[in-house]
């Protein structure tokens, strides 16, 4: 009999996230059945959207919703051997029975030097986002000017890489100097730190005088209020996150969108990575292969133990993370 450990949503958060939100719980797994395998967790992700999910699809008393890199370590399906590492979506848990339906194996070109955890980072969905996100909804081409903010963590950092690879000037902003000077190290054209400017207008106008014909939001709020004037006339908006916004007890009021997006023609649309599943293979592939060219860097932000889960949550949604959260189970 296996015992898993698995962290519960006690209270609904109120404004920025607690330890005391969440409670430990145990929970005995039963035997297998045909058909299924049990898993142990090995990397748990600390993903935003958790934030905001969880006032969304979850109850107080469930299991706090995310992915892992998870080992099979027993089987009686015959499509999962044990030894075999897989992504899963069960939450914050140790262990867990699936029937394999829900389970994604990792590409089968991924080689033993590489870290497992890039499945849930710059292999994985935050990667595949940044993926179809500069692809399919900014349609970025060669000479363009890129702004992306959040631009050191999971996202961004893959965002500005792949828009140099397209040949793109790129422009990062991110909150510290540490995490600035990471920007730079990894190839972005221009980057500041968006706490320390005294001016955002005159900071964005500075790294790129003539404006961006692409802005790949992560943040929202006061920061989008403010580039949206710096974009050209027929820019494109990815609006991929709202980050400043997912604490808020009272949402936040304008300044509003329609007067800089009538008078510059813009284009600004919503997404969510899933839209593309169909071509998930396709992402991973390209992205496994330029991190293993070299050509996409990585960092991640590893916390030991799964007792350090909700510190982690809490410690990203402050911005403590450079490069991808993760939790070492
Ligand atoms: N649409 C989709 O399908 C999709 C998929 C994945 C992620 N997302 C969104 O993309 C964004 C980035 O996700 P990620 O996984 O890459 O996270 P991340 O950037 O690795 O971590 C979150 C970062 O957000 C920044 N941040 C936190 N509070 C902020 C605030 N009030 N104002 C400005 N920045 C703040 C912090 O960096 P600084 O130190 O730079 O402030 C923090 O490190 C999130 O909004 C997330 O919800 C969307």
Redesign the pocket.
């Known amino acids: 009999m296996v015992t898993a450990k698995a962290w519960v949503l006690k209270k609904h958060f109120e404004g920025f996230p607690k330890t005391s939100d969440f409670d430990l719980k145990k929970i005995e797994l039963p035997k297998l059945k045909d058909g299924e395998v049990l898993l142990e967790s090995v990397f748990l992700s600390v ?3 958790m ?2 999910y969880s006032q969304r699809d979850m109850k107080e008393g469930d299991i706090m919703i995310g992915t892992q890199v998870a080992r099979i370590i027993e089987s009686k399906n015959p499509a999962f051997v044990v030894g075999a590492f897989v992504v899963a979506n069960s939450g914050w848990r140790t262990h867990f029975v699936s029937n394999g339906k829900d389970l994604h194996s990792l590409p089968s070109s991924w080689p033993e030097s590489l870290p497992k955890s890039l499945a849930l980072g710059t292999v994985g ?2 990667g ?2 940044a993926y179809f ?1 500069l692809l399919e909804v900014c349609k970025v081409k060669p000479g363009e000017t890129v702004l992306v ?9 893959v965002v500005g890489q792949l828009a140099k690879i397209g040949g793109c000037k790129v422009v990062g ?4 100097d540490e ?1 600035v000077a990471y920007l730079k190290k990894i190839g972005f054209d221009e980057a500041f730190n ?2 320390t400017v005294t001016s955002l207008k005159e900071a964005l106008h500075k790294a790129s005088p003539d404006g961006y014909d692409c802005f790949f939001d ?4 006061e ?1 989008a209020s403010v580039a949206i004037h710096q974009m050209k006339k027929y820019g494109r908006i990815a ?9 808020d007890s009272v949402p936040q009021k304008g300044p509003y969108v329609q007067f800089p997006m009538i008078l510059k023609e813009l284009q600004m649309e ?6 593309w599943n169909n071509r998930r293979e396709e992402g991973q592939k390209a992205l496994l292969k330029w991190v293993l060219e070299g050509k996409i860097k990585y960092h991640e ?1 590893i916390t030991e133990g799964f007792e350090n889960m909700p510190a982690a949550f809490i410690g ?10 993760i939790v070492k189970v």
């Open positions: 993903d935003p959207y934030r905001p969905m935050p595949l986002t996100g903010n959040a631009a050191a963590g999971a996202v961004g950092s902003s991110a909150g510290s995490k968006y706490k992560n943040v929202g709020g920061f609006v991929c996150g709202a980050i400043s916004q997912y604490n919503g997404f969510i990575v899933h839209r932000q990203m949604l402050k911005g403590e993370n450079l490069g991808k959260a």
